[in-house]
């Protein structure tokens, strides 16, 4: 099955050789956020969700936001977002 | 109606990422929305909503309400309705079929007529479907076929048939067999006391053993005979005797101690093997015995033991006088065993008759005794 992220994985030939099968994330006109590889929910508001990646946690803000999805590897966010943050 | 099969959960409780967090690892949430820090709905698959539903009270968190949605649950409910309504149906019509018929008899008013007597007419003679029994049939039936019976009246209750009936009044020498009461004993009739029943003896007659005592009949004034219940109490004198004889000159027999013993083995019953010692006793008597030698029945032999014991005989003279306190006290004892249930000893006494060197004592002890009684069939 095609997978769009996996594509782009390949395309960049990733020449510094970095670690790129922890996360991805995908912010949809700031309606919709898609994350592949979450380890576990942290916090969950409707102003703030965060939850953990490897080595990392990502919270993000917004407003009325709801998960639309939540799965073993994946989660699925709606409402309006306004910041996603890596720390 | 919206056709996916989701389950929504309202759960009340602290640490709910943590929760959630495990929950995804086993089923896939949808919809999680936090209302409040202890408050947040979420939907899973119907299918696996009582999975979820588990796992929620295994951690005790309050599930405040679960609703299900889609096309299953409703399929699910339909058929859960019409299975009630299956149920309900086949009910009723098991209960309509079985309400047809009389399940329980029940019968009133008995006095001395037996319930199961009634009953089991009742059921041989008519159907148990309630729509072919008459009752007015059943209670011409009773009053024909059961002359105790004054007055029959039955319903139909539910499925009872209530049978209430009325017995005649009957004086209660008119139940109970009709034999005449009959002497169990020879003696002479001391007392009468009649119950019921027409004498046959009077005070003073001798009877014996099986002669009709009391007939079970009266005969009123216009002459009818009536059967009635022969009862009286009888008491009679019973002259119970025993005795001994006594021999002036008898020849006693005795074993002197000697025995011979002699033995043969059979098989099909001819002899094999046979051990004779010489007999020379000129009195004896055998005892013989015959024992198995084998257990099987293939080849059954036998061994047949025969032991000759010596007798020799002596003549012994006794005088009556001598021996007869010995000779009164034999013979009381069998005049003893003749006394069964009396009721008062009267009278004891002995007579001795001395015939030609013999003596016989005859002891005889009288007692009043009823002695009415019913032939045994």
Known sequence: MFNFLNEIKQNLKNPQGLD????????????????????????????????????????????DMILSELSDNTIKITGQIKKVEQI | ??????????????????????????????????????????????????????????????????????????????????????????????????????????VLGLDKLERSEIVSFVKSEFPASKSKIDTEAVETALLDNFDEISFASCIIKGQTLVINIKEKVLPDEMYG?????????????????????????????????????????????????????????????????????????????????????????????????????????QMYEVEEEEIDLSKNLFLPFKMKKSTFFELEQHTIVSDFEDVKDEFVAKAKEKALKNCENYDLMKEEFFTLRHLAGVTIVNFCIITEEEIGGYETK
């Open chain 2, 177 to 281: 067999e009709f034999a005449p009461l009959v002497a169990k004993k020879d003696g002479r009739i001391s007392e009468i006391n009649l119950i019921s029943g027409t004498l046959r003896v009077k005070v003073g007659d001798f009877v014996r053993a099986g002669d009709v005592l009391v007939e079970p009949f009266t005969i009123d004034t216009s002459g009818e005979q009536k059967k009635v219940e022969a009862r009286a109490e009888i008491l009679a004198e019973v002259y119970n005797e025993g005795c001994a004889d006594h021999y002036e000159t008898y020849i006693d027999v005795k074993r002197t101690g000697r025995k011979i013993e002699q033995n043969e083995i059979t098989l099909f019953g001819l002899s094999i093997y046979s051990f004779k010692e010489d007999l020379n006793f």
């Open chain 1, 20 to 63: 790129l099968n922890g996360f991805n994330i995908i912010n949809l006109s700031g309606q919709l956020l898609y994350v592949e590889g979450h380890l576990g929910l942290v916090m969950l508001s409707k102003e703030l969700i965060s939850f953990k990646v490897k080595k990392a946690v990502i919270m993000v803000e917004g407003r």
């Open chain 2, 1 to 106: 109606m919206r056709l996916k099969n989701v389950t929504k959960f309202h759960i009340c409780g602290l640490n709910q990422e943590k929760l959630l967090s495990d929950l995804c690892k086993k089923f896939s949430l949808t919809e999680i929305e936090r209302n409040s820090k202890s408050d947040t709905t979420f939907k899973c698959s119907f299918f696996e909503h009582k999975k979820v539903e588990k796992i929620l009270r295994e951690r005790n968190v309050k599930i405040e309400s679960v609703s299900h949605e889609g096309l299953a649950f409703k399929a699910f409910q339909i058929l859960g309705s019409y299975g009630l309504i299956a149920a309900a149906l086949l009910f009723s019509l098991l209960y309509a079929i079985q309400f047809q018929f009389v399940l329980q008899y029940e």
